[in-house]
């Protein structure tokens, strides 16, 4: 786990990200909504990064994956077929006591009496059933015969649209479907802070290939999705890979494994890559009457393709990159004192803010007006933050706190009053060493999005 983050962990986690406007729960000014979250402006561009990664590198750098955005309502008759409606739930638990509603894996277990977590009470019911998906009525009436759910998984769009993505993308196996999209689960008791939310995100991609190719291809995206987390900043040391047991498994799958990340609240599943078999086609063919069958040209062959599923949370990994960057350390403030500093080291792709733009002083009008220039400059390319009040280390500070990689300074010398040699050259500070350098304004573009790359 993150050593900055051994004492107090979430506490520091939720503070920043409140302070810095990352993330806000959601109608806090009536009092929030438990388990539902809202993105502020850093945390918008950081999740919206996350996003804009995974699709550049699941889909649009790969000519076997072809992405699709379904609807979040869908027909009820989705929901029985995939099993969704009769058996997607959690066992529930009451405590008389206090009236807390657990989830049967959160109540604790001293030497095989069963307590509440929250009062100690020993006065639990039996566990029950209990459907974490969000009814609602299509249309102007409200019965059985318009009821639908939010969607608890993006995936079922993907399984009943296989047959028309098949045919007009042209596609031979294997071959895959992508998308990014709102889930909903009513969660018993949200908790630790996004993770466990009722309202989220999910990237997921469906990979179709034949069954004697599935456990290969299982491993192959296991190994694909530990380099995305790479890619983003994510050490492998703070990443752990869980093989799920035979018993512990849904009763379709042939493997699965559940990425697994260091939280500051344990060690909990970032991602879940899972061979489904041909469970889902096999029943959405079943019970919609419709062929969903793929046609081998070459060995003239129709059967139901095999999938394996890498399934990401975004909103899980938002918080794992804000908790794996989250730092402190020292630096100098204005008078030269050391400090503690608080720093984001996101990866400058994955960085809501690339570069920040500030003028040495802002009560001088050619430093302001050159300031203003290069932010101009800058902001067709990159995302930028211009700021000319307080003192320059206090700028810098605020920087560092949203995980700003690069600072642009205009000084004096970018003026040409010390000398001529540097006229038009500003200093570049890298935000993890602190260093500065001097380059010429016209190199900035190619130096910046070189290093952001």
């Known amino acids: 786990m993150n050593k900055s983050l051994e004492t107090q962990g979430m506490e520091k986690i939720v503070s920043l990200c409140k302070r810095r406007g990352f993330i806000f729960q959601s109608s806090e000014i009536y009092g929030g909504l438990n388990g539902c979250w809202d993105y502020g402006p850093f945390g918008v561009e950081l999740k919206r990064n996350l996003k804009n990664y995974w699709w550049r590198v699941m889909v649009q750098e790969r000519d076997d994956i072809v992405g699709m955005d379904g609807s979040i309502l869908m027909n009820r008759a989705v929901w029985k077929a995939s099993g969704h409606e009769d058996t997607f739930s959690d066992p529930m638990v009451d405590c008389r006591t206090c009236k807390a509603r657990l989830r049967a894996d959160q109540v604790v277990d001293k030497k095989g009496v069963k307590q ?16 974490l998906m969000f009814k609602t009525y299509v249309g102007a009436t409200e019965d059985e015969s318009s009821v639908t759910y939010l969607r608890p998984e993006t995936a079922q769009a993907i399984f009943v649209q296989f047959k028309n993505v098949l045919e007009i993308s042209r596609k031979k196996l294997p071959f895959g479907i992508a998308q990014i999209g709102k889930a909903f689960r009513n969660e ?25 190719e599935g ?117 100098p403030d204005e008078k030269g004192k050391m400090e503690k500093r608080v720093v984001l080291r996101f990866h400058p792709r994955i960085a809501p803010v690339k570069c920040g733009v500030f003028p040495l002083l802002k009560n001088n009008e050619r430093l302001v ?26 700028r810098y500070r605020r920087q560092d706190e949203i995980g700003t990689p690069f600072a642009v300074t205009v000084d004096f010398e970018t003026l040409g009053e ?26 900035l573009i190619q130096l910046i999005s070189a290093r952001i790359a």
């Not at 999938?307 to 990401?312: D, F, G, I, K, L």
């Not at 007006?369 to 206090?394: S, V």
């Open 369 to 394: 007006a050159k300031a203003k220039e290069i932010a101009d400059l800058l902001r067709p390319h990159m995302n930028i933050f211009y700021d000319e009040g307080g003192a320059i280390g206090r």
């Open 215 to 331: 456990k290969k291809w299982l491993d192959y995206w296991l190994e694909q999705r530990l380099k995305f987390y790479e890619n983003i900043g994510i050490s492998r040391d703070t990443l752990h890979v869980h093989e799920i047991p035979d018993e512990e498994r849904a009763f379709y799958s042939k493997g699965t494994y559940d990425i697994e990340f260091d939280f500051p609240f344990g060690r909990q599943e970032l991602e879940g890559v899972a061979y489904r078999t041909d469970f889902d086609l096999s029943q959405h063919q079943k019970a919609s009457g419709k062929s969903l069958e793929y046609f081998d040209e070459d060995t003239k062959q129709k059967f139901i393709p095999h999938v394996v599923e890498p399934s990401a949370g975004v909103d899980r990994t938002v918080l794992a990159l804000i908790c794996d960057a989250y730092g402190e350390d020292e630096a």
């Open 188 to 212: 018993i008791n949200p908790r630790n802070f996004t993770f466990r939310s009722r309202e989220f995100e999910q990237m997921e991609l469906e990979y179709f290939c034949r069954a004697e």
């Open 116 to 131: 509440c977590p929250n009062c100690g009470a020993k006065d639990l019911t039996e566990p029950r059933a209990f459907n």
């Open 418 to 443: 010390k000398e001529v040699a540097l006229k038009d050259t500003v200093t570049l500070r890298d935000r993890d060493n602190m260093k500065q350098e001097r380059f010429k304004i016209s190199e």
